[in-house]
């Protein structure tokens, strides 16, 4: 073995039994500096190598890369905005109604025509979106009927469509977007002109809402991307005006709007669970602060609750072993020795770390989510999921960040469902959609740009030859080698005109094989050395790219083929195998969400994105109110 291999090795075996400790990454000092020395930093992410050892004879390059980094750029992930909802214009009629020499409808005829009564938009003042707008005026410039009256009255079609739109509520829609004044069905008293006026403006105003309605069913109330960069949907196909046509020529108004909606199941689940919610309206009577941290020794006025909620849920086994001192303790808000053994078994039943540290997890274990969360959650999910295909396909792989799972799905059946780790709350994983391309085996690690600024530059100013002695690979714009040594990195700042790849090891940031789906914000799935993050409950430690559990189970999965076949491939080096068939993957984000039997599980919201979508919907229904 070569000294340069030797210390490669080295490097590796330290990495990896450093990473094996899985120090919290809130307290823990860098992987670097722990490693090589020097004081408490912040945690380094564990998906990027050491540098070597500090030498003495490069103390002027320390001093240089000291004045450097205290003015280094560092380049930072996507933020949240304050969200702004389309803002309502008033609907131009003038294209329908100049030309026409309006004829006043006479009591006692069957009928009125459009042209008789399109004189009544003169003054009207009705509100919508701008794309709605254009498509209704676009629509009756070129279709002069109406599609919601009949015998001068509203007809059958509009009554099933305000029944519809009425029932928004169980989609988790909101019924007041869609409201609509039917003109009164005693026209008794009303002078002739006055009841063609009315009637107009109702046609024109149900198929308003009736519009918002389909946009909404279709592709959600918000556009998702303009919260945040770590949001990345295309917009979906909506022709407003043929919504329009196909309206006037179906008696089924009914199925056409439901059709609308996600067809997928787990829409159908989500909208069961928030009937039911709904239907229950119980709520849990002992409130426990959800973000709750307690450690043995530790003392909190919380505790009580828990001690009280775990005793009215004991069962025949816990009971008998703990049901004595649960009594005793009732009323104690110190967390003593004698406690520990009670919320370790509780978690450990409930398929957690059973570590005794009651935290969040353990809190939404024993103590549930109340049943107006989960109505929140729900709704929220119903809206995510109409940015999404109708039909989520099949097979696909669906990542669910807040659950910390990956699983493939094949028809009806989740063939695999393994835990993963996401991104970090400050290298959050983003949430999109694509498809499968290719499993790359002992592949390379080409390093993002923001870990070249953020992570190395900062060490490559003290010690320009590390990355030649950790395995990596320099090349600059023309694909050229070029020895790290060779570089002076501190005239670099954000934009550093230089790759950096890590060479395929055991030591490789990516493990033994990486899952390949070509987006925007170079996320994919891959293997990880570090191992031992899978056990714990809350997973969100990458730089944003999703660690697999089994990724050797997930590459069969997506290549049609054995667990035998990949082992095979990986010990032949360096490789790839393209996926010759259609495999969305979803790369989500939903607390709520069902499992495959339909029944809907609960998870933290570890990135607070549900927060910000509710302030989201909040902007809309603020822009979409009467008088806004």
């Known amino acids: 073995m070569t000294s340069r291999q030797a210390w490669v090795s080295i490097v590796s075996l330290s990495l ?31 998906d990027l190598p050491p540098p070597p050892r500090k030498r003495s004879n490069d103390a002027a390059a320390k001093k240089t890369g000291a004045r450097n980094a205290a003015a280094a750029p560092k380049i930072t992930g996507p933020g949240y905005n304050t969200y702004k909802a389309d803002r309502l214009v008033r609907v131009d ?13 006479q009591p006692g005829t069957q009928a ?23 498509a209704l005026t676009g629509y009756y410039a070129q279709n002069r009927n109406f599609i919601w009256i009949e015998q001068a009255t509203p007809n059958a079609r509009a009554a099933e469509a305000i029944r519809v739109l009425g029932e928004a509520g169980s989609y988790g829609l909101d019924p007041v977007d869609y409201l609509v004044a039917v003109p009164p069905s005693d026209t008794s008293g009303l002078d002739p002109q006055s009841r063609q006026r009315d009637l107009i403006r109702f046609e024109m105003a149900l198929s308003a809402r009736v519009l918002r309605y389909v946009h909404d069913a279709t592709m959600g109330r918000i556009d998702p991307n303009r919260i945040s960069g770590y949001y990345d949907f295309p917009a979906k196909p909506l022709d407003l005006a043929d919504a329009l046509d196909t309206l006037s020529r179906t008696s089924e108004i009914r199925s056409y709007l439901e059709s ?49 909620l775990v005793s009215r849920d004991l069962d025949d086994e816990l009971g008998g072993e703990y049901g004595e001192t649960l009594w005793r303790m009732g009323g104690s808000e110190i967390y003593s020795d004698e406690l520990v053994p009670v919320f370790k078994a509780v978690q450990q039943r409930a398929g957690l770390k059973s570590d005794g540290v009651v935290g969040p997890r353990t809190v939404s274990a024993v103590a549930g989510t109340s049943n107006a969360d989960k109505i929140e959650k729900v709704r929220i999910a119903l809206e995510q999921l109409r940015w999404l295909p109708s039909d989520l396909g099949s097979p696909r792989v669906f990542v669910n960040q807040p659950a910390f799972t990956a699983s493939y799905i094949d028809g009806d059946v989740e063939k695999l469902n393994m835990r993963v780790v996401v ?13 499968i391309e290719q499993v790359d085996y002992n592949p390379y690690w080409g390093v993002p740009q923001s870990i070249i600024v ?43 005109p230089y790759s950096v790849r890590q060479t395929p090891s055991e030591a490789n940031a990516l493990g033994e094989l ?24 809350t997973r969100a430690f990458s730089h944003g790219c999703i660690r697999l559990q089994d990724p050797r189970g997930m590459a ?34 939903f607390t709520a969400w069902p499992t495959m039997s339909g029944k809907v599980d609960y998870f933290g919201d570890v990135y607070d994105r549900d927060a910000k979508l509710r302030l989201a919907l909040d902007a809309t229904e603020a822009a979409r109110a009467p008088g806004s």
């Open 16 to 46: 990896v039994v450093a990473l094996s400790i899985g120090v919290e990454q809130a307290n823990a000092q860098s992987l670097f500096e722990r490693l090589f020395g020097g004081g408490i930093k912040r945690t380094r992410p564990a």
């Open 93 to 105: 009629f003038s294209p329908l109604t100049h030309a026409v020499t309006p004829i006043v409808y």
């Open 112 to 134: 009125i025509s459009f042209d008789d009564a399109v004189g009544g938009l003169d003054d009207f003042e009705l509100f919508a979106e701008k794309d709605i707008g254009a």
């Open 260 to 308: 609308r909606h996600p067809q997928n199941p787990e829409y159908q689940a989500l909208r069961v669970e928030l009937e039911s919610l709904e239907a229950s309206g119980a709520e849990n009577e002992i409130r426990v602060d959800p973000k709750l941290v307690l450690k043995p020794g530790q003392s909190s006025p919380e505790l009580p609750k828990l001690i009280s």
């Open 423 to 435: 991104g970090a709350p400050a290298t959050q994983t983003s949430f999109f959609y694509d498809e």
């Open 454 to 496: 953020n992570e190395m530059l900062p060490r490559l100013r003290r010690d320009p030859g590390y990355l030649d002695r950790a395995g990596y690979e320099v090349t600059d714009a023309k694909g050229r080698r070029i020895p790290s040594s060779a570089v002076n990195w501190g005239q670099y700042g954000a934009k550093v």
């Open 514 to 537: 990486k899952i390949l789906f070509p987006n925007d914000h170079a996320i994919y799935m891959h293997d990880t050395p570090v191992k031992n993050l899978f056990q714990r409950d």
């Open 556 to 589: 069969a999965a997506v290549l049609d083929t054995s667990v035998d076949h990949i082992a095979e491939k990986l010990k032949h080096g360096h490789s790839t195998e393209k996926v010759t068939r259609k495999i969305p993957v979803y790369v989500a984000y």
